[in-house]
C-alpha cells in the first residue's frame, strides 16, 4: 500500500525549499515475493452523491524497481487540499489488477513566490 514518507533532512541554503515529501509503496505476492518492473498508477479518488459516483484521476504513472518498490515526490500541480489516493496495476503478471487500500493525505499549495526586493537606493547626487 502507498504511504507518505518525509524525505531525509539536508541542509538548505536561504531562501530555498525543502523537497516534498515522498509518496512511497511496494508491490508483491502475500509471501512477500516482490513484482518487478510492474506499471503503476498513483490515482486520486473522489466520491460524490454519497457514493454513487466515484471519479479516479491518474496523478502519476510509474514503474516498480527490481525489489517491487515505488516512490515519487508528494506534489501535484493544481491540487491541494484533503485527497484520498491509490495505487492500481492493471499488469502484475498473470495475477490480474492489483490495487491498494485508499489512504488521505492533505496536499498544501505551493507558498507564492516572493516580491523582488526593492531596489537599493544610492548615496544622493553632490
Given at each position: 500500500a502507498p504511504r507518505v514518507r518525509e524525505p531525509p533532512p539536508v541542509e538548505e541554503a536561504p531562501?530555498?525549499?525543502?523537497?516534498?515529501?515522498?509518496?512511497?509503496?511496494?508491490?508483491?505476492?502475500?509471501?512477500?515475493?516482490?513484482?518487478?518492473?510492474?506499471?503503476?498508477?498513483?490515482?486520486?479518488?473522489?466520491?460524490?452523491?454519497?457514493?454513487?459516483?466515484?471519479?479516479?484521476?491518474?496523478?502519476?504513472?510509474?514503474?516498480?524497481?527490481?525489489?517491487?518498490?515505488?516512490?515519487?515526490?508528494?506534489?501535484?500541480?493544481?491540487?491541494?487540499?484533503?485527497?484520498s489516493l491509490r495505487a492500481l496495476s492493471t499488469a502484475a503478471g498473470t495475477f490480474g489488477a492489483?490495487?491498494?487500500?485508499?489512504?488521505?493525505?492533505?496536499?498544501?499549495?505551493?507558498?507564492?513566490?516572493?516580491?523582488?526586493?526593492?531596489?537599493?537606493?544610492?548615496?544622493?547626487?553632490?
Open positions: 531562501g530555498t525549499q525543502a523537497p516534498p515529501p515522498l509518496l512511497a509503496g511496494h508491490l508483491g505476492l502475500l509471501d512477500g515475493t516482490p513484482l518487478a518492473g510492474a506499471p503503476i498508477q498513483l490515482q486520486a479518488r473522489r466520491v460524490s452523491r454519497r457514493g454513487e459516483v466515484v471519479a479516479e484521476q491518474t496523478l502519476a504513472t510509474l514503474t516498480t524497481d527490481s525489489q517491487g518498490a515505488f516512490a515519487l515526490a508528494a506534489s501535484f500541480p493544481g491540487i491541494s487540499g484533503r485527497i492489483v490495487v491498494s487500500d485508499p489512504i488521505t493525505i492533505v496536499l498544501s499549495a505551493p507558498p507564492a513566490a516572493p516580491l523582488p526586493s526593492p531596489p537599493v537606493a544610492g548615496p544622493p547626487p553632490p
